[in-house]
């Protein structure tokens, strides 16, 4: 899917926020405007790290248009393929014509036109569809699949986690702030290091809880919204 405009410059989503701008009212709930405390470095690793966690539960949506390739019935998917929701076949029908999805071990795999999602673990291979059948060539499939957030982000990069859920990863950076507080006090105790240190592990814990509660609240949220996808043997 391209996001270019015809100009050579990159169009920027509705309702987008940068890293940066993000970054700027982190910084206002950590009272660090100066950066005498966190780095943008270092505040831009919290959010990368924030943005991760939040895919392991709110992964976004992918589309990709698979070229019919003669006697194929294998097809790479992206790298950061981690589910796929469906199939459509031939790609472009109105109304949409999807693939069954069956396992590809069941004897009823190769009864009709379905797939199955390969979907590897590790950096072995591409996660790939597998057909039931060899698509004819001169058409496509077009799969639709859940993918990570973008998590490498610069201060100029937009963050692809919804608006409205940039108070998780806020909640999360704030949570990560304290834990660091935490650890460099552990690395060079002060003085009065055993009563800060009590203050600043309750301080991190309280963080890291209102991080989960902002988290959990979504996702009981989204419980009755996801869309039921039948399984076939």
């Known amino acids: 899917m391209s996001n270019g405009t015809g100009t050579g410059t990159a169009a920027a989503p509705p309702y987008a926020v940068t890293a940066g701008a993000l970054l700027g009212d982190i910084r206002v709930a950590l ?23 939040y895919s392991q539960h709110l992964p976004r949506l992918g589309e990709v248009t698979l ?17 796929v929701l469906s199939v459509e076949y031939p790609a472009g029908q109105e109304p949409p ?5 069956r396992r590809r071990r069941s004897p009823a795999f190769s009864a009709g036109r379905t797939y199955d999602a390969l979907l590897p673990r590790d950096l072995t291979g591409p996660p790939a569809l ?4 060899a698509p004819e060539v001169g058409t496509a499939l077009l799969a639709r699949f859940l993918r990570p957030h973008d998590s490498e982000l610069g201060a100029a990069g937009y963050v692809t986690v ?12 704030l949570f990560a702030a304290a834990r660091q507080l935490q650890a460099r006090e552990q690395a060079a ?7 800060l240190m009590a203050q600043l592990a309750s301080n991190a814990r309280r963080l890291e809880l209102a991080y989960l509660n902002a988290l959990n609240r979504i996702l009981y949220h989204r419980l009755g919204e996801g869309e039921m996808v039948g399984w076939n043997e």
């Open 31 to 53: 009272d660090d405007s100066g950066a005498a405390t966190w780095s943008e470095v270092e505040l831009l690793g919290f959010l990368n790290e924030a943005v991760r966690e």
């Open 67 to 83: 070229a019919a390739v003669a006697g194929a019935r294998r097809y790479a998917l992206p790298w950061d393929a981690a589910a």
């Open 97 to 101: 014509v999807y693939l069954a999805r």
């Open 130 to 133: 597998l057909l039931s059948f």
């Open 162 to 173: 919804p608006a409205e859920h940039h108070h998780v990863l806020l909640q999360y950076v």
């Open 189 to 195: 105790p002060t003085n009065s290091s055993n009563l």
